[in-house]
C-alpha cells in the first residue's frame, strides 16, 4: 500500500499534483532544485486551500491536515520509504532522463516511478531505467486540483500490476483515469496541441487578432478558453516542446511547429508564468 509519495518539480503542475495527494491523505514531499519555487509552490497550495474554505466547500481541519501532510524539499528526504516518485520537471527529454535515472539509483526496488510528461515516449524514459516495469505516465491536467481527468500511460514494458495500482490510486485521488498508449502527445495533446498550433499560424498569418481568434473558439466552438489564452496558460515552451514531439514522432509536416511561437519563446515570452505571451499579464 504506497503511503509516501515524492513529486520532483514544483512548478505549477508539480504544485497543483502535490496538492491533490495531500488532499487525498497521502504524506507528500515536493522537491525542487530552486528554493525560490518551493516557497511559491508552498504560498500557492496554502492560497489554493484559503480559497475552497473561503467558498465553503472545504472544513478548516481538512486544509490543516493536508498542509501537515506536505513537505518541501530540495532532495529527496528518507528516499527508503517512498512507494511513488513522480516527476513533474520542465518537458526535456534529457533531464526527464537523468532524473529517472537518479530516482532508480536511490528509491526501493518496489517503489513506482511516474511522469507527468505531456509527450514524451514513456517506454524511452522507462528504458533509461533499470525497472521500465515499474514506470509509467500520469498525465494531470492543469491546474490539477481542478481538473477531473487523468491520462495513464503504459509504456512497452509496463506491468499490469503497476498499470492497476496507478489506476486505482487515480480513482482514490477522486480523478477519472483513461488508458492511453504510448504515441506521441498521448490523447489530449494530440487533438489540442494542432489546434494551438494553428491558432498561432492564424496570427501569424494575420487572418485575425488573437483576441479575435479566441473570441470565435469560444462563442463558435463553445470552448471555456480561447487556444491561445490556454496556450499562455500552459506555457509557450511546454506548448513548443510538445509539437515538437509530435512533429518528429508522427513524422508529419501537419504538426511543423509555427515560427511565431518559436520567437516568442525564443524572446523569453512562455506565457502566464513569465507575464507576456499571446496577453499580457500584470503582477
Ligand atoms: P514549470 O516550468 O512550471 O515547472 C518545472 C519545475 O521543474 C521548475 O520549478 C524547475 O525548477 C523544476 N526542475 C527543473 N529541473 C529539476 C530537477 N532536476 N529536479 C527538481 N526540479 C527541477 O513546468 P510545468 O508546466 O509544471 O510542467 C512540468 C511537466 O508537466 C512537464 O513535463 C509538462 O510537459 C507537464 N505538463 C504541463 C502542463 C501545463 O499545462 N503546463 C499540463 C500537463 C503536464
Not at 505516465?137 to 492543469?142: A, I, L, Q, R, V
Not at 495513464?152 to 503497476?162: H, L
Request: aromatic share 6%; hydrophobic share 45%; net charge negative.
Amino acid at each position: 500500500m504506497i503511503n509516501k509519495i515524492a513529486v520532483i518539480g514544483a512548478g505549477q503542475m508539480g504544485e497543483g499534483i502535490a496538492q491533490v495527494f495531500a488532499m487525498a491523505g497521502y504524506q507528500v514531499q515536493l522537491i525542487d532544485v530552486s528554493p525560490a519555487q518551493l516557497a511559491k509552490a508552498e504560498k500557492g497550495i496554502t492560497q489554493s486551500l484559503d480559497r475552497q474554505m473561503t467558498k465553503g466547500t472545504l472544513p478548516l481541519s481538512v486544509k490543516e491536515d493536508a498542509l501537515k501532510r506536505l513537505s518541501f524539499f530540495e532532495t529527496i528526504q528518507n528516499p527508503e520509504t517512498i512507494g511513488l516518485a513522480l516527476e513533474a520537471v520542465v518537458e526535456n527529454f534529457d533531464l526527464k532522463t537523468q532524473l529517472l535515472q537518479d530516482l532508480d539509483a536511490q528509491l526501493p526496488d518496489a517503489a513506482i516511478l511516474a511522469s507527468n510528461t505531456s509527450s514524451l515516449s514513456i517506454t524511452t524514459l522507462a528504458a533509461a531505467t533499470k525497472r521500465p516495469d515499474r514506470v509509467i505516465g500520469m498525465h494531470f491536467m492543469n491546474p490539477a486540483p481542478r481538473m477531473p481527468l487523468v491520462e495513464v500511460i503504459r509504456g512497452q514494458a509496463t506491468s499490469e500490476t503497476t498499470y492497476q495500482i496507478i489506476d486505482h490510486m487515480v480513482r482514490a485521488l477522486g480523478k477519472t483515469p483513461v488508458l492511453s498508449q504510448d504515441f506521441p502527445g498521448f490523447i489530449v495533446n494530440r487533438i489540442l496541441m494542432p489546434m494551438i498550433n494553428e491558432a498561432i499560424y492564424a496570427v501569424h498569418d494575420g487572418v485575425a487578432t488573437p483576441q479575435d481568434i479566441d473570441t470565435a473558439m469560444k462563442l463558435g466552438t463553445n470552448q471555456p478558453m480561447g487556444p491561445l489564452e490556454l496556450a499562455d496558460f500552459i506555457g509557450l515552451d511546454t506548448c513548443l516542446a510538445i509539437i515538437q514531439v509530435l512533429h518528429e514522432g508522427l513524422g508529419d509536416e501537419k504538426y511543423r511547429p509555427c515560427p511565431l511561437l518559436i520567437k516568442y519563446v525564443t524572446s523569453g515570452w512562455l506565457g502566464k508564468k513569465t507575464g507576456r505571451g499571446f496577453y499580457e499579464y500584470a503582477g
